[in-house]
């Protein structure tokens, strides 16, 4: 079960740190991602963080802003964002998934982002 935390109404240039706690399995051999999905649109990759190297990817309109982390000891995986924008409104998921599957399987239930100018 992953279950996410630390959305919420920010003006622009704002920051957030979203959270997402992990229970039922342990991180060290998943690699994780953030996803968001805006009204209207279909979901989207963001950021996602491979489990043997921590090698991460980020998508280009979130580059330079987002960064995605994990702490395993905890369970845990995050999402810093800064300078936020109008478009990053969305719900925002976490996601994991086994070392080279391609599918991510395992889904949190989202947390809002809404930026307000």
């Known amino acids: 079960q992953l279950v996410e935390s630390g959305g919420g109404l920010v003006q622009t240039g704002g920051s957030l740190r979203l959270a997402c706690v992990v229970s039922?399995?342990?991180?060290?051999?998943?690699?994780i991602g953030w996803f968001r999905q805006a009204p209207g649109k279909e979901r989207e990759g963001v950021a996602c963080?491979?489990?043997?190297?921590?090698?991460?990817f980020y998508a280009d309109p979130v580059q330079g802003r987002f960064t995605i982390s994990r702490d395993n000891a905890k369970n845990m995986i995050y999402l810093q964002i800064m300078n936020l924008k109008l478009e990053d409104t969305a719900v925002y998921y976490c996601?994991?998934?086994?070392?080279?599957?391609?599918?991510?399987?395992?889904w949190g239930q989202g947390t809002q982002v809404t930026v307000f100018s």
């Open positions: 963080m491979s489990t043997t190297d921590g090698n991460t």
């Open positions: 039922g399995f342990t991180l060290d051999d998943y690699a």
């Open positions: 996601a994991a998934k086994r070392s080279g599957n391609q599918e991510y399987p395992y």
